[in-house]
């Protein structure tokens, strides 16, 4: 739930939710869902629902990647998407399982993917339940599939600023700090759920044998250290002179002692390259280069999801000179530079934007 909901809720009865849940022990996303829930008397479930069930399409979508190299599921489809990238089979099977298993929720106006390029207009529900609309990449990080590579799914879900009927595309072009929640799958030694509606962000791993995503990380923050430094550095030259000057202050630079134990980590998936740098501390970046003036990823379904989360948990995301979840969206595509992680960094990165700027 967003942090509006939350400050309604009484404290004592809060904390009396979670004893209880300590005592019980064993938490699943389902009952740390439910328990959230409960919070909220008000609320009619319709919320709790959406998370409830991008997690079974995530369960599936594990499914098919766990076994990609046995099924027919491998390779390139043999078209590009509405980015203009070879679109690998497995995204159009992850984009086709997150659309089928959320687009009859009464709760849900409408859905928007990396994979479509327009918005998917929902047919309106009858007592006009349909309060929500959701945005998502359904397999960020495809091209490292073949390679068994770690991938991800990336969701954000806002509440529709239109008030009835078929949802509009400005229900979907919201700044990153009006969503109510945002999170990722990553898809990789293990299969993990990691979410924020507002009050913390929590990991839940998949336990294979009972089909469960089980509490496993609690209230995650990013941990005051910077061992990692994540970009794609062979984009160096392309950079400019305060993206080039922070890289090497950080791989370089032998005065910071903040800076003797960082390593260079780039899995070039940006959940995966996120997700570790939530757990050991560390800055992921995809500037802008000159081929790539707005950056490379996208604002709506990658960056604010993102950038809220690491907000969620201590950090922070920016483009050098605003914060990714302050982005008024323009078009549902739009690209960004990032620079994400933990706070101390991304402050680091905006000082060198403002003290040298130019090529
Ligand atoms: P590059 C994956 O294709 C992706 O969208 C992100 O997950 C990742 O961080 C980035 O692109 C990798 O881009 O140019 O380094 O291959």
Same mark, same amino acid.
């Given at each position: ?11 004592k ?7 209880? @849940? /300590?005592?019980k =022990?064993?938490?699943?996303l ?5 328990? /959230? ?5 008000e609320?009619?479930?319709?919320f709790?629902d959406?998370?409830?069930?991008i997690?079974v399409?995530?369960?599936?979508? +594990? ?8 099924t027919?599921?491998?390779g ?7 980015? =203009? ?15 089928n298993t959320?687009?009859w929720?009464?709760? *849900? ?5 990396? +994979? ?14 349909? %309060?929500?609309?959701? &945005?998502?990449?359904? #397999? ?9 590579? %770690?991938?991800? %799914? ?24 009006k969503?109510?929640a ?7 030694s293990? $299969?993990m759920?990691v979410?924020?509606?507002? @009050? ?8 294979? +044998? *009972?089909? /469960? ?5 609690? @209230?995650m923050?990013?941990p005051?250290?910077?061992k990692?430094?994540?970009?794609n /550095?062979?984009?160096?030259n ?7 000057k922070?890289? @090497? ?24 390259d996120?997700?570790?740098? !939530? &757990?050991?501390?560390?800055v992921?970046m ?10 490379? !990823?996208? &604002? #709506? ?7 809220w989360l ?7 995301? %920016? ?8 982005? +008024? ?6 690209? $960004?530079?990032i620079?994400v ?12 934007c ?6």
């Open positions: 739930m967003g942090d509006k909901q939350n400050k309604g809720v009484d404290s009865k809060r904390e009396v939710v979670r004893e209880f @849940d /300590e005592f =022990g064993f938490k699943t389902e009952s740390c869902i439910a328990n /959230e829930q409960h919070l909220h008397p609320s009619r479930g319709f709790a959406i998370l409830r069930r997690g399409a995530s369960k599936i979508i +594990e499914s098919k990647v766990q076994r990609a190299g046995l027919n599921v491998l390139k489809q043999g078209n590009v998407n509405v980015q =203009g990238e070879e679109q690998m089979k497995l995204d159009v099977l992850s984009h086709e399982l997150m659309m959320l687009g929720l009464p709760a *849900v106006a409408g859905l928007a993917s990396e +994979e479509e390029e327009d918005v998917m207009r929902l047919p309106p529900h009858p007592d006009e339940n349909d %309060t929500y609309v959701i &945005l998502f990449d359904p #397999l960020d990080g495809s091209s490292n599939i073949d390679a068994n590579v %770690t991938i991800g %799914t990336i969701f954000s879900i806002h509440r529709r600023v239109t008030k009835w009927g078929s949802c509009e595309l400005v229900d979907f072009l919201q700044p990153g700090y969503q109510l945002a999170g990722y799958v990553v898809y990789g293990s $299969t759920f979410y924020s509606s507002g @009050d913390g962000v929590h990991g839940f791993t998949l336990d294979p +044998e *009972v089909g /469960e995503y089980v509490l496993s990380h609690p @209230d923050r990013f005051d250290q910077c990692c430094f994540s970009a /550095e062979t984009n160096y392309k950079w400019d002179k305060a993206t080039r922070y890289a @090497d202050h950080i791989r370089f630079n032998d005065e910071d002692e903040r800076y003797d134990k960082v390593s260079s980590r780039y899995i070039g998936s940006m959940v995966a996120f997700h570790r740098n !939530l &757990l050991y501390g560390g992921f995809y500037p802008a280069d000159e081929k790539n003036p707005n950056g490379k !990823l996208r &604002l #709506l379904y990658e960056c604010s999801p993102m950038a690491a907000e969620q948990a201590g950090g922070a995301a %920016t483009t050098g000179t605003q914060d990714i979840c302050d982005i +008024e969206p323009t078009e549902l595509h739009q690209r $960004t530079p620079v992680g933990n706070k101390q960094e991304v402050e680091l990165y905006k000082k060198f403002k003290e040298h700027p130019g090529k």
